[in-house]
């Protein structure tokens, strides 16, 4: 029952009735089949199948590695595999061996310059290098040395190249064209390096009986005051072949071997390539 105010509004002057009650929804929606297997796989998973049914499959896995999420790489293992010894087992072994220490002295030179190779079957192998690269006048000291071999199987120095005191006259100022070695009458006399006869017999300036070598590129080589030579022009020759004996013929006061270097047809310090 109601009563009409004043204003015009309605008031209630007996209990107010009850509202009706909702009736609750029991009905249960139906479960998504796929919802558990989605939460099982990573968030990585999930976006790369996102890409590659989008199509941006490449530039999805680009923007992955950019972000950091691909981090993992493998590393193949540079050092000898070796099997386990139970052959049953698949698995392998990385065996590392030990490395020596190398360590040199603080004030050792190291020198990285390419060295040449020299064996029994080819004696000749730097001086060729050198021949071969460049004509004899434009070698250096520091790069002939070495490069020819003893003319004698025990080199005795007995005078030196350059100017001395004359043995023969005893006059000051000779210009010594060779250096000398001490050998009795008789001795083996070597080919320096391998190459042609140019010369052998009589020397008319002092020399005596007398071998010429030539080993190309300007290079040549002289045996002086032999006893014989065993040679003749024209012949070849190679590095430690007996050429000749040594004697004292010609301009000589003694036995010994007069053995003389000429590059481009002057002579040079011999010491400077044995």
């Known amino acids: 029952m109601t009563t009409q105010t004043v204003r015009g509004r309605r008031r209630a002057t007996g209990p107010a009735s009850e509202y009706p009650v909702a009736e609750a929804v029991m009905t249960v929606r139906p479960r998504d089949a796929h919802r558990d297997a989605r939460r099982r ?33 493998t590393v193949p293992s540079t050092g000898p595999m070796m099997s386990t010894a139970d052959t049953g087992n698949a698995g392998v072994a990385a065996s590392v061996a030990a ?16 060295t040449y190779v020299a064996t029994k079957g080819d004696p000749d192998g730097k001086l060729k290098q050198l021949l071969s690269a460049q004509s004899a006048g434009t070698i250096t000291r520091a790069a002939s040395a070495g490069s020819l071999g003893a003319p004698l199987e025990h080199l005795v120095s007995a ?43 009589w020397h008319p300036y002092g020399g005596g009986n007398r071998v010429v070598i030539d080993h190309g590129n300007g290079l040549e080589t002289t045996y002086n005051h032999l006893s014989s030579s065993s040679v003749q022009v024209g012949q070849k020759v190679s590095r430690g072949d007996v050429v000749a004996l040594s004697g004292t013929t010609g301009a000589s006061t003694g036995c010994h071997l007069h053995f003389e270097v000429m590059v481009n ?9 044995l």
């Open 99 to 114: 490395q020596p220490e190398v360590s040199a002295a603080a004030g050792a030179k190291i020198d990285f310059n390419r």
């Open 265 to 273: 047809g002057e002579v040079v310090d011999p010491t400077g390539w």
């Open 41 to 73: 796989r990573s968030l990585f998973s999930q976006v790369t199948d996102f890409a590659s049914a989008s199509g941006v499959g490449q530039k999805a896995g680009i923007a992955l590695a950019a972000t950091g999420l691909v981090l993992t790489v």
């Open 159 to 201: 005078s030196p190249f350059g100017f001395r005191v004359s043995p023969i006259t005893g006059g000051a100022g000779e210009f010594h064209r060779g250096q000398d070695y001490a050998a009795q009458c008789g001795t083996s006399v070597l080919a320096a390096a391998s190459g042609t006869v140019t010369f052998s017999g």
